[in-house]
C-alpha cells in the first residue's frame, strides 16, 4: 500500500507560467514533507521542505503548501523554466527523530520554450 | 568531496552473479541510506546506516542483499546470485540534520543490470 502517492506520472507546462506537482499521503504519523527533483542519470537533489506545523513554505520561485486535514501537499513553481525539466519527487517522514523517507512514484515535468 | 558519489555508474552483469556497489558519502555526515529505484517506481528504502548503531536492514528484499560501512564511511552494498528483478538504479544518499533541517544529500547513482 502506497503512503505517499504522487497521482499525475507526468506534467506538462508552458514557460512562465504556473506549474503545480500535486502529492497525497495516507499516514497521519507524517509531519515533514521533503521535495527533491532528479535529472536523468543524476541522483535526486533536496529541493524544498516542509513541516507539519506549518502550511507553506517558500523559497525564491518554489513554494510548498500542505493541507493536513486533506493529508495533501503541492509544490509551486513560479514561473516556470524549461531548466526545471525533471522529476520531481514527493517524500515524508514520520515522528521525531524518524530518519526513513517514504516517496512518492514522481512526477516528470515538462516546461515547454 | 564535494558531494557522494558511488562506483561503479553503470554495471551489467550475468543472472546468478554476485555484485558489489560503492558508495562514498559527504565527509562528516553519519548517516548513510541505501534506495534502489526501479523502472516506474518510487525511490525504495534498503538500508540505515548511523554512526555506530547496528544498521535498520528493514528494507533489505531477501537475504541475497547486504551492506556494510567500513569505518562509518565509505559503504558496499553487496548483491549475491544477482536475479533480474534486481535490476534498477541503487541510490546511496548520507544525512545532514541541523536546527530543524532535515536533508539527504544523494548520490548519482549505480544503473545495474542482470541479464
Known amino acids: 500500500d502506497q503512503q505517499v502517492k504522487q497521482n499525475s506520472p507526468s506534467l506538462s507546462v508552458q514557460e512562465g507560467r504556473i506549474s503545480i506537482l500535486n502529492c497525497d499521503y495516507t499516514?497521519?504519523?507524517?509531519?515533514?514533507f521533503l521535495w527533491y527533483k532528479k535529472y536523468p542519470a543524476e541522483g535526486p537533489t533536496f529541493l524544498i521542505s516542509?513541516?507539519?506545523?506549518?502550511d507553506k513554505n517558500e523559497d525564491g520561485r518554489f513554494t510548498v503548501f500542505l493541507n493536513k486535514s486533506a493529508k495533501h501537499l503541492s509544490l509551486h513553481i513560479v514561473p516556470s523554466q524549461p531548466g526545471d525539466s525533471a522529476v520531481y519527487f514527493c517524500?515524508?517522514?514520520?515522528?521525531?527523530?524518524?530518519?526513513?523517507?517514504?516517496f512518492g512514484k514522481g512526477t516528470k515535468l515538462s516546461v515547454i520554450p | 568531496g564535494a558531494g557522494v558519489s558511488q562506483s561503479p555508474s553503470n554495471k551489467v552483469t550475468e543472472k546468478g552473479k554476485d555484485v558489489e556497489l560503492r558508495c562514498d558519502p559527504i565527509?562528516?555526515?553519519?548517516?548513510l541510506y541505501w534506495y534502489r529505484q526501479s523502472l516506474g517506481q518510487g525511490l525504495e528504502f534498503l538500508i540505515y546506516?548511523?554512526?555506530?548503531?547496528?544498521?535498520?536492514k528493514s528494507g533489505l528484499p531477501s537475504d541475497r542483499f547486504s551492506a556494510e560501512r567500513t569505518g562509518g564511511s565509505v559503504s558496499t552494498l553487496t548483491i549475491q546470485r544477482t536475479q533480474q528483478e534486481d535490476s534498477a538504479v541503487y541510490l546511496c544518499?548520507?544525512?545532514?540534520?541541523?536546527?530543524?533541517?532535515?536533508?539527504?544529500?544523494f548520490g548519482p547513482g549505480t544503473r545495474l543490470t542482470v541479464l
Open positions: 544518499a548520507s544525512r545532514w540534520t541541523s536546527g530543524g533541517t532535515d536533508t539527504q544529500y
Open positions: 565527509s562528516g555526515h553519519t548517516a
Open positions: 546506516f548511523q554512526g555506530n548503531s547496528a544498521p535498520d
Open positions: 516542509i513541516s507539519s506545523i506549518k
Open positions: 499516514n497521519s504519523m507524517f509531519d515533514y
Open positions: 517524500a515524508a517522514l514520520s515522528g521525531a527523530g524518524s530518519y526513513q523517507l517514504t
